[in-house]
């Protein structure tokens, strides 16, 4: 509720256009009031209704406490995957990443949109990650690229 | 006992407001010496006494010493939700959020009122929570309000 | 061993003064070498020895590694709660928060006393501390007081 | 995917050219999306692949924010190692530790190696490690060496 | 094998000074690559191994990044305790603590033995630590001392 975009509904539209979606997989959907909620809503979307991957998706404010905060909710989402053997994908736009608008609306979509897509490939196309490894992918904006070869 | 302002009775008041009170649910209210005994105080609610929720209440001070404490005392509130499977509001006041002590408590009041309200939402009607879902609502505060759409 | 006052002794003999000591209660007293000790000592003590309360008593340096080592052992109190459901009352006294010792050793005292009496009435007197939420109580200092009510 | 050079690559390589390679071990390779993502899978790897050891590979990013994230997944890869008895060799790469593209993938040709090699001994020849305590090893850059003895 | 001074040669030789060194107790030595891995070698050889109560030595760097890193190892060394209830003291000496390279070999000289013989106390001879409640014992240099008594 505290993010400024639903980035909630761009993943579940990037998720139905998987090649497998409604065959092989379903999606659950909860929102909850802050991002400190997500780790333990995470935990119970895999412990009490069987999810095999949670994509948890917040917006941190601009305020130098939203900075701690949004430490103490990635520590729940990480501890929520340590205690459960499942992956949790963070997604998180910080507000203060783009001063424009509309600007970061675009990575809200963006970012959302990639990390659903890395979602399906952990589950189902794994190669696809492998593929990448060393790539210097970036979610919601341009690849940084690979480095290229050290020199000796 | 930390905390300036009561805003346990807010939100015990606001909880007595809501439909079912007294038909699919009551109140346990417990006070701790300070927010660092939040978290385990939490646990034992949950798990000694059976509540659904909980709805911890607290105010860090104005020293930087405060800001550490409080960030402790979230990572108990964090633990104790993934240890027992079971959301716990985390409704800090920060001091210094406010000079003036009548808005300050005026924050304590509303934001206190407004995650008993979220508490009993997520139990009781969650989709009133999906219905706000990017909507950047703030506890407390006047909401921030969505971005609007991204240009391309 | 660390700390520069035996706040261990005030704690105890504040504890031998209340209503029913030696009749409901007893006291264990542990000494550690350093305070990051304090949270594996206070799990022991109540798993292996049957404490229902522990108090950690123990002071902080005035260097900035003394700060982030506080902070982990704080987090070591925290976890020794939330693993054996039970409180542990951390009462850590900052060497830099008074400069004449005279009145650092007041404040060790008066820290102590207060969250030894707080430890005993969550055990024996739990409406000791309701009737003190919102009030603003600090141990060591005087207490900051409520904020009075909002204007509207 | 985030990390800029294909780290992976140069610890297999590397673990190919221990003695026991093929006979007493072999090698399983994951790619996660980002470096939060890999203290589960280190722990799937463990737990629900068998593995002995694992070498965790990463390269943080020059943001603030990528520190903070670094931190969190180095708190993952701890909480890992924990939960399973097993060690985890945590091998990041901080992007700002070099500005010249070619020396930071020395540096991750180094690290990488290094660590591979340490994961080997820690399982199959401990004498290489304990007669290396402390010579003031570093992994990626010439050794530190020792300190020579106290004068008195 | 990071640190730059063979601080665990020196903390069994104190050891081997014990009154019940061979016939109450032996000693277990671990060599890791870096202080992060000591968290799950103390845990190991705790549970694994039998051992009653670990010395973990270790010298975090000059580097911003190295006290980030020393935190995440304390945090190890920290949980390993808490999940074994068995006592794991830390012992790391900062590079940065002194200029000149031989007196900071003194340091880890002093700190390690100091702690080496806190551990043996703890097990054998406790009332030596109670003794020296409220001293101000520093290990690895001078004490501080006590404060003295509060003035009123």
Redesign the interface.
Known sequence: ?????????EAVDELKQCPLYGDRFEIR??????F??L???A??LI??EGCAIVVALGMP?RAA?D??????A???I??????T??????VFV?ENEEED??????V??NRARD?AR?AYW?LYE?EQ??R????????GYDD?????????
């Open positions: 509720m505290f993010a400024r975009y639903d980035m909630g509904a959907r909860r929102t909850v009031p802050g400190k909620d780790g333990v809503a935990k119970k412990e009490e404010g406490i900075q701690v905060c949004a430490h103490e990635s520590q729940g990480m501890l929520a995957q340590l205690l053997n499942t992956h949790v994908l963070e910080h608008p509309e600007k970061l609306a675009q809200c979509v990390h890395n952990m794994p990650l492998s990448r490894a060393g790539q210097g992918i970036r979610q940084a690229g690979p480095l290229g070869q050290p020199r000796n």
